[in-house]
């Protein structure tokens, strides 16, 4: 199996990397943090005209029909620029839901509006410890109406339509611009990907097929937790790289900080991580598209390791800029945020460490005779 990227794959994320690189600079990040907005509007609809948004939505939804891998290429370059849309709540989990468990009617209705950025989703699932594997909802759904209260919702503010997971399990597809649905600002630690507090009174909802609910789920977690994975694979390697460029210019006592071993192992240590982890998401992607019976576990490794490397990077780009990386004109907090939000986003390490635990045991459990 060759980890490779494709020719086609690799003009890809150059394309993606060249109008990013242009539009997401530091500067702009900061003025959307001052404005409150979390999203560059402009940037929104430049991504959907190249047809980025629908590049694994198919052709007959208004889509590309490319493969996931091709979202993972530009999953990775989204993180890379910590790129202010919503991007991974829209198309990797809001978009990816509707495809694996939509009913025709409602993949007709919102693919196509998603491929096209008129319209914005989002993925509520979370209500605290459990609910990532649908244990602890408590969320209702009867007689084609949600109530209960979803808490944190990433771009929920922002979004048009909101997949929600209700007891049961069951996902439940609900319009958000409604008078059943009340949605409050969170204060959070990133502040280029809002959350908020949204509440449902009656709100009208359709129920999405699939027999089997928690198939779904999981189906969708091992998919979104790829998607994750690239995206802090590539934030892990540009805060990387702006430590290495830092130190290579910064000089004490006559020489370049980066020519102090201290300098140079810290800096090694974060190449093999991202390496690593760079290894381990593009085995998932390959698994994800040949739907392979190690799904979970590639998914879960994927994760963990991304985690990991994006958190240890962040946090040492910041100490290797010393003083002057705690500032507000630095460009570290932008990966430092990010990396804190991922790390707990789908669920914390530790709930990734149990999934991968699971999915071993079961894989090297002897079927019953």
């Not at 990907?193 to 999405?208: C, P, Q």
């Not at 910064?250 to 370049?256: A, D, H």
């Not at 500032?327 to 709930?351: I, K």
């Amino acid at each position: 199996m060759s980890l490779e990227l494709s020719d086609e794959q690799k003009q890809l994320k150059d394309q993606v990397s060249r109008l990013l690189d242009e539009k997401a600079t530091p500067d702009v990040l900061r003025k959307l943090i001052t404005a409150g907005t979390g999203i560059d509007r402009d940037l929104w609809a430049q991504v959907a005209g190249l047809g980025l948004l629908g590049a694994a939505i198919p052709e007959e939804y208004g889509g590309v029909g490319l493969g996931e891998k091709d979202l993972c290429v530009i999953a990775e370059e989204m993180g890379r620029t910590v790129a202010p849309i919503p991007f991974f709540s829209s198309i990797c989990l809001a978009a990816e839901a509707l495809k694996l468990a939509g009913t025709a009617a409602q993949k007709a209705a919102w693919l196509p509006r998603l491929a096209s950025g008129e319209a914005i989703g989002t993925f509520a699932w979370n209500e605290g410890p459990g609910a990532a594997d649908a244990a602890g909802v408590t969320v209702k759904f009867a007689g084609g109406k949600v109530s209960g209260v979803k808490s944190p919702v990433a771009d929920a503010e922002i979004a048009d339509v909101a997949v929600v997971v209700c007891a049961g399990p069951k996902l439940v597809l609900v319009p958000l611009a409604q008078a059943g649905v009340r949605i409050e600002h969170m204060t959070g630690f990133d502040q280029l990907r809002n959350h908020a507090k949204v509440s449902f009174d009656s709100a009208a909802g359709e129920a999405m097929e699939g027999a089997d609910a928690h198939e779904t789920l999981r189906r969708l977690y091992d998919r979104a937790a790829i998607y994750a994975a690239f995206e802090q694979v590539g934030a892990a390697e540009s805060a990387m790289l702006m430590a290495r460029d830092y130190t290579m210019g910064r000089y004490t006592f006559g020489r370049q900080l980066a020519s102090y071993q201290a300098v140079k192992h810290r800096l090694a240590d974060i190449l093999v991580m991202v390496e690593l982890a760079r290894s381990n998401a593009l085995y998932a992607a390959q698994v994800l598209e040949a739907d392979g019976p190690d799904l979970a576990a590639a998914a879960a490794t994927a994760r963990i390791g991304a985690t990991r490397a994006y958190e240890i990077a962040a946090r040492e780009n910041l100490q290797l800029h010393g003083g002057i990386g705690f500032t507000w004109e630095a460009n570290c907090h932008f990966h430092y945020r990010r990396a804190r939000l991922l790390a707990l986003n789908l669920g914390s390490a530790e709930v990734w460490e149990s999934k991968l635990i699971d999915a071993l045991t079961t894989a090297n459990t002897p079927a019953a005779a």
